[in-house]
């Protein structure tokens, strides 16, 4: 058997020492054994996160969506309780100044008074009085306990439903918390890859010169003039927007009210879905998942809010936007 040479040996003992060098940075420093991704990975990386990050932001919308309406809900049945207790305090006055004056014709005087007339028709007339008085102080008393009653169920109301905003409320801050760690990846990610793409929040977008009308029109003219703007998740305007945010905004413009999220987007044109074969501009397109919507602006391209570290912008359906449109809805 050949015996090694000095330097074979040498060699041999610096990858040895390399090796164990490596393992003992990776004990105390895990993340430094591990090699940076190539772009190719990172891109890869991008695109599930974009997708996931489509689904989450608009769950977080959903679950704000609910809050906001329970918040508004309450808000309204608080006020109208207020209203109510102010009607029914005013009652509650009316009965007890009732019960402590007795109208003076139920005391011993008042119906010495009444025997003391001599007078039968006087003195029919005076029982009639104390009938309409009894008539009207048992009215007060039941509208009194009536008010009372509404006013409980009301209470009761109201605590079930400040009880499904506070369920909602911490939805969104779960919601919430779980999407910005998201942004923070995905933008860690496009900074690393030199695509981040911070917009401009008071662009003044491009002119829509596509065949749309009326109410399309309007709609598309508003959404170009959004173009450049930065994408946002939660984004409702005037300085960014999300996917959402953006097709509710132009067609709010138009004058048509849409709902906040393409979940209830979806929802609402159940009746108006339209083939993706027999397109109109200012049709809703929808991706599958219903993660990520846009609007349809004629000639094959569609105007949408895409994802974080990009702006709003104009793209051709063609080729992997068309691939993952699940439907379209007509405003």
Known sequence: MAVPTRAARAAALTTALAAALAVAVAAVHPGAALAEPTPAQARAKLVKLNEQADQLVEQYNQANETYRKARAKYAALDAEIGRRDAAAAALRRDLMAAVVSDYQIGSP??????????????????????????RARAAKLRAYEAADADLRRRHAQARTVLAEAEEARDKVRGRRDKV??????????????????????AS????????????????????????GKPYRYGGTGPGSYDCSGLVQ?????????????????????????VPLTALQPGD??????????GMYAGNGKMVHAP??????????????????????VRP
């Open 109 to 134: 005087d008042g119906w010495a008074r009444l025997m003391g007339q001599g007078n039968p028709e006087a003195l029919l007339g005076g029982v009639a009085s104390l009938d309409e008085i009894a």
């Open 180 to 201: 910005d760690k998201m942004v923070a990846e995905q933008t860690k990610l496009l900074r690393r890859l030199g695509t981040f793409r911070t917009g401009d929040p």
């Open 204 to 227: 003044r977008g491009i002119p829509y010169t596509g065949p749309a009308s009326g109410s399309a029109r309007a709609a598309l003219r508003f959404a170009f003039a959004q173009v």
């Open 249 to 273: 905004a132009a067609w709010r413009a138009a004058g048509v009210s849409l709902p906040r999220t393409t979940y209830t987007q979806w929802s609402w044109g159940a009746s108006r879905r």
């Open 284 to 293: 809703l397109l929808f991706s599958r998942g219903l993660g990520h919507m």
């Open 307 to 328: 994802q974080t570290g990009d702006v709003i912008k104009v793209v051709d359906l063609d080729g992997y936007w068309r691939g993952r449109l699940v439907g379209a």
